[in-house]
């Protein structure tokens, strides 16, 4: 009998922790493909990628200009409740000469940037973040052409990541921390399922366009 009574306990446990899986599962999907959902109206020519579990990939454009917005989990750093990136990328009309990586509080778990392969490395600016790594790869973008851009942008410090290379721009800033006690107990990077306000992003898309602009207006002067 008690044997039964110890079966029945750890089959209705079972249940329980499925149920709690599947629900929890279930908002997961549901929370993650909605994350886009405002931003979307800053786009023209909207496509979004859903994936089975993980967050979409937002596709459009701004003044012909091809823009893609992603969210990435990181869950690489140890000890440290997950953040959520968000990625802007403005892909340019023609390519420009050089490259440039300017990641703040770099860590070396940085999955997203390229940087950490890139063969060349400048000086920091005296009024550039100084706590950072800059890198190039064959040859660096012109810093004058850069003009106040890079202390503007991070005078934001939710903002870890410029990127320029011949052919895009790319901004990569904390968008989201995860839930710590989700985090705490279970160790999922779980997130609020709101959508991202486009009030949030609509500077940095408009800095990242700007910036891909005077990249290319500086070939023609």
């Not at 999907?29 to 786009?43: P, Q, T, Y």
């Not at 705490?184 to 891909?212: Q, T, Y």
Request: proline share 7%; hydrophobic share 40%; with cysteine.
């Amino acid at each position: 009998m008690q044997n039964l009574v110890i079966a029945a306990s750890a089959a209705c446990m079972a249940a329980m922790l499925y149920w709690r899986y599947r629900s929890d599962a279930l908002n997961a999907r549901n929370g993650r493909g909605n994350i886009f959902n405002d931003c979307s109206a800053l786009l023209t020519q909207v496509s979004e990628t859903r994936e089975t579990i993980g967050f979409p990939t937002l596709r459009g454009s701004v003044e012909d200009y091809p823009v893609m917005f992603e969210a990435l989990v990181d869950t690489l750093s140890m000890r440290k409740v997950p953040p959520l990136w968000l990625t802007i990328t403005v892909t340019g009309k023609q390519r420009t000469p050089g490259s440039l990586d300017v990641l703040v509080r770099p860590q070396n778990t940085e999955f997203y940037s390229p940087g950490w392969g890139w063969n060349g490395a400048l000086p920091i600016p005296a009024d550039w973040p100084q706590h950072a790594m800059v890198k190039y790869q064959g040859m660096p973008v012109s810093l004058e052409d850069l003009g106040n851009f890079v202390p503007e942008l991070f005078s934001d410090e939710k903002v870890k990541e410029l990127l320029i290379t011949p052919t895009l721009v790319r901004i990569t800033y904390l968008i989201k921390q995860g839930d710590r006690g989700e985090y705490l107990l279970m160790r999922n990077a779980a997130f609020d399922g709101l959508p991202i306000p486009k009030e949030a992003v609509s500077g940095l898309l408009h800095a990242a366009i700007d910036l891909r602009k005077k990249l290319e207006g500086a070939l023609r002067t």
